[in-house]
């Protein structure tokens, strides 16, 4: 199997929020900056190492509390014992 040669680029002038959000992503994900910003370059280019989702965290979001919907949850799961006589 070839190996294959990567290439290095240094890139300046990136925005401080630009940087934040780049940062905030590789810690959800639990991989290192320039893994993700290779890995999403990747993607771009329709490279043959595209992103892997680690996590489904980014597809489904982070579980919220909400006092009504646990309400409504609890309404359902009342057992009525006219139904089982």
Do not use: C, H
Request: cysteine-free.
């Amino acid at each position: 199997m070839p190996t294959v040669k990567s290439l290095q680029y240094t890139v300046r002038g990136i925005p401080r929020e630009v940087d934040r959000v780049l940062r905030r992503k590789a810690r959800q994900r639990r991989i290192s900056l320039n893994q993700l910003l290779v890995e999403e370059l990747s993607a771009i280019g329709g490279g043959a190492r595209a992103r892997r989702l680690r996590s489904l965290d980014e597809l489904g979001g982070v579980w919220q509390e909400d006092p009504e919907f646990d309400r409504i949850l609890n309404e359902q799961r009342q057992i009525d014992p006219a139904l089982w006589t």
